[in-house]
């Protein structure tokens, strides 16, 4: 029997804190991400809309190994001395091993008082063993089209199609100057299928969009001696 032709679903998330049913300012949402450190796609949660934008970049990132949101808590003691805990919005393993995690904030909360005295006392208290380096991540931290070309991304990357892939790259690879995605759509009947190989391709690093802002169609790319 054939394992391969039956549906298996993704793995569960591994948070540990689910947002509030009732809230204002909760976004819930769930992604289904392919990471090297599973055999099968994960879940990972976004209680909010800057966190599913927080997600997707970092889902975008070629070193990303792992990606936890809400992981498990920490112990740690407020700058009045009072114990709490807290839980990191996400944590991240590269694939060097390197392990960080994200408190992810819209600006105008990290202009409050205190703000930032608090999240000097949670990063204290976090053990290298759980994570070596502690960011803060707010709407400033990534451009609108940059998250708009990531979320592209995390849809085609769900798309497993290495014939095609392989194929456009060597479109690419025989073009002897920048060509528009256009262009190689208008080589072939891929239509669609080709512009999301493009963006793959791309966010893999294996060809250069040579233009700023969305990845589009009107997109030059290129490869040779114009990838970095």
């Known amino acids: 029997m054939d394992e391969t032709k039956y549906f298996r679903a993704p793995l569960p998330s591994r948070a540990t804190r689910q947002a509030p049913k009732r809230s204002r300012v909760a976004n819930r949402s769930t992604l289904v991400a392919r990471l090297p450190a599973y055999e099968r796609p994960i879940k990972i949660v976004a209680h909010s809309g800057l966190e599913l934008s927080t997600a997707f970049c970092l889902l975008a990132q070629r070193d990303t190994y792992d990606l936890i949101g809400q992981p498990h808590e920490i112990s740690f003691r407020r700058p009045d001395g009072r114990l709490s805990s807290h839980t990191y919005d996400y944590w991240h393993q590269s694939n060097d091993g390197t392990t960080t995690a994200f408190i992810v904030k819209p600006f105008a909360k990290t202009k409050q008082s205190g703000f930032h005295e608090l999240c000097q ?3 204290a208290a976090t053990p290298p063993s759980f994570a070596e380096r502690v960011f803060l991540v707010t709407e400033k931290n990534f451009s609108k089209d940059h998250v708009w070309n990531a979320a592209r991304f995390y849809d085609y990357r769900r798309i497993v199609d290495p014939e ?13 100057c920048p060509i528009a995605i256009s262009q190689l759509q208008e080589q072939t009947d891929l239509a669609g299928c080709l512009y999301q190989a493009a963006v793959r391709l791309i966010f893999e690093g294996k060809l250069k969009c040579l ?9 030059r790319v290129q490869t040779g001696k114009y990838l970095q």
């Open 121 to 123: 006392a949670i990063k």
């Open 164 to 176: 095609l892939d392989a194929k456009v790259f060597g479109m690419v690879c025989r073009s002897d």
């Open 211 to 219: 233009d700023r802002g969305r990845i589009l169609p009107s997109s």
